[in-house]
């Protein structure tokens, strides 16, 4: 089968045109004192580039998403649970439908027509996915169901082949539990010890600390790019310098990162960066694993069955090279022609053009909710990406997340699957609002407003 060469606009560097310089995607000086409520509304930015490339068009790109017009306890939907999950625009949609109605055949190893289709539509995602992180090869892209399900596969693969009493894998404070969990278990399985890099008090990764924890013992090092719970922006490409330096392996977990700012495996230098499709607008139960040549050559089989062997006799097995190594049954074929649609749709658009708007969000919203009575923003690192962690003295988090679903908005409240970097900012759980760049001011308007009522006695009696 032919894979379709698959081509992404180059991107320029972007500029708020009132910024005077480059907008780089963090907190910083320039937020405004302004108060939280009141006032007109702050229209969007001209987002501009060096090159007059177009600016990101809101209202149109909203027009993409079918259930931005969803009504929620009579009221507009309002989805700010993006690092939960993100919305999918309707090219998603159709094209897993129009797989479902015109490709529909199990993939590889058939002689008919829709199994032709059906391949070239799979491997043509693959080879997408490579493009958007720039791998320097597609075998070097395997399907997953998700972020989870990639750090399992390394885990319980290459952790077991490589991993024994007195190894050594570090982690950091701000993980997500997928990137605790298996390292735990494994651990377990063959007697290596994990070790934890600290954070600060604002939640800035501390890389001085996280250096001096890894050593010859260290095996692998294992750290996410963006915090789930706290925003937290780190420097993956530091982190992954500081283990190749003491001859460890690599993982860059990158289910936060990737809707957010460009990824560029080569120049980020991880042996393994894992990443979901639904948290960039793709669908749910469909991820990869991207696994640098040599690191998947070093890395055995997880799971046997089908798709992933060259030969079996009843005596023993020959596996097929990486991908289909690790692809073993039969894949989530068309999620992944959605995922495949999904990074087209986003690479259009402009990943840069998409961190400059959402930084803006990010930085309309912080101090406006920060000047609430009552509000304490958990996580006010450096850098940051567009996740909003906070609490309200007197009010459960779970108690603003219903009145905020009172009004239509939509955000997560509890741990965030995070309990470790909470309880070291001393809370068990916050309210967590994401933004993504289908999201407006205005919206962020109804929400400080829902809050500060809240805040004030005037929302849930």
């Not at 967590?432 to 407006?440: D, G, H, Q, V």
Request: proline share 6%; net charge negative.
């Amino acid at each position: 089968m032919t894979t379709p060469e698959t081509s992404f606009p180059a991107t320029p560097e972007f500029y708020f045109a009132d910024a005077g310089g480059p907008m780089f995607y963090f907190l910083d000086d320039r937020l405004d004192a302004s108060p939280a409520i009141g006032g007109p509304p702050t229209p969007e930015p001209p987002v501009v580039t060096t090159t007059g490339d177009r600016a990101l068009d809101v209202a149109s790109v909203r027009s993409d998403f079918p259930i931005l017009g969803e009504r929620v306890n009579g009221r507009p939907l309002i989805w700010f649970d993006n690092a939960a999950t993100t919305q999918k625009p309707r090219a998603v949609i159709d094209r897993i439908s129009s797989f479902y109605e015109h490709e529909n055949s199990n993939i590889h190893r058939a002689a008919h027509e829709l199994a032709a289709r059906a391949t070239d539509a799979y491997e043509d995602a693959r080879e997408t996915t490579r493009r958007f992180l720039n791998a320097p090869r597609v075998e070097d892209i395997v399907f997953v169901r998700g972020t989870t399900e990639a750090i399992n596969l390394v885990a319980q693969s290459w952790g077991r082949k490589h991993l024994g009493e007195g190894d050594e894998i570090v982690i950091t404070h701000l993980e997500h539990h997928a990137n605790i969990v298996p390292w735990q278990q494994i651990s377990r399985q063959t007697g290596a010890v994990l070790k934890v890099a600290p954070v600060d008090d604002r939640g800035n990764l501390l890389l001085d600390e996280l250096e001096r924890l890894v050593g010859p013992r260290t095996k692998l090092v294992a750290a996410t790019q963006v915090s789930n719970a706290l925003g937290t922006v780190t420097d993956a490409k530091r982190i992954v310098e500081i283990g190749h330096r003491h001859g460890a392996r690599v993982l860059i977990d990158g289910a936060q990162s990737i809707p957010h700012m460009p990824i560029d495996v080569v120049d980020l230098g991880a042996d393994f960066f894992v990443f979901s499709g639904h948290k960039i607008v793709g669908p749910t139960g469909i991820g990869v694993l991207y696994g640098a040549q040599d690191a998947l050559a070093d890395t055995p089989p997880w799971q046997g069955g089908g798709n992933m062997i060259a030969d079996v006799t009843l005596e023993r097995a020959l596996y097929q090279d990486p991908p289909n190594k690790f692809e073993a049954g039969t894949g989530n074929i068309a999620d992944a022609v959605g995922l495949g649609t999904a990074l087209r749709y986003v690479a259009d658009l402009g990943i840069e053009r998409i961190a400059a708007y959402e930084h803006h969000l990010l930085d309309y919203a912080t101090p406006r909710l920060s000047a609430i009575p009552g509000v304490r923003i958990i996580g006010t690192a450096d850098e940051k990406a567009s996740v909003l962690s906070f609490v309200l003295d007197g009010h459960e988090p779970l108690e603003v997340g219903k009145a905020l679903n009172a009004e239509g908005i939509a955000v997560r409240a509890g741990h965030h699957c995070a309990q470790p970097i909470l309880r070291r900012m001393g809370v068990e759980q916050t309210v967590r609002p994401s933004f993504a760049f289908y999201n407006t001011t205005d919206e962020i308007d109804v929400f400080l407003d829902v809050v500060d009522r809240l805040a004030r006695g005037g929302v849930g009696g």
